[in-house]
């Protein structure tokens, strides 16, 4: 089960931090990956990491300023989000896979967190 938590209401500029708590039981390469959906659009892959060695993967759309980590102590993982503009305003999503594939299939997936970045 997947918990996607962090969003709310920002000025552009500002930075954000989503956290995505993970409960149950989590196997190695194991891959966690943040997506968003803004309203009349598709569903975008944003950033995907793997739970057991840390390789990261950051869509281009969003490379050098959004991030993705992990806590394993935490079962948390988190996509830092700076420097936001208005148009990542979306709802964001983590969700989870049994084998880190970044472009691949997501088998379980969080509830949404409204990210909301005003002008």
């Known amino acids: 089960q997947l918990q996607a938590s962090g969003g709310g209401l920002v000025q552009a500029g500002d930075s954000l931090r989503l956290s995505c708590a993970a409960s149950?039981?989590?196997?190695?390469?194991?891959?966690v990956g943040w997506f968003r959906r803004a309203p009349g659009k598709e569903r975008e892959l944003l950033a995907g990491?793997?739970?057991?060695?840390?390789?990261?993967y950051v869509a281009d759309s969003v490379k050098g300023r959004f991030t993705i980590s992990r806590d394993n102590a935490k079962n948390t993982v988190y996509l830092q989000m700076n420097t936001l503009k208005p148009e990542d305003t979306a709802v964001y999503y983590c969700?989870?896979?049994?084998?880190?594939?970044?472009?691949?299939?997501?088998?379980?997936w969080g509830q949404g967190t409204q990210v909301t970045v005003s002008s």
């Open positions: 969700a989870a896979q049994s084998l880190f594939d970044p472009l691949g299939p997501y088998l379980y």
């Open positions: 149950g039981r989590i196997f190695s390469n194991y891959g």
């Open positions: 990491i793997n739970w057991s060695s840390g390789a990261i």
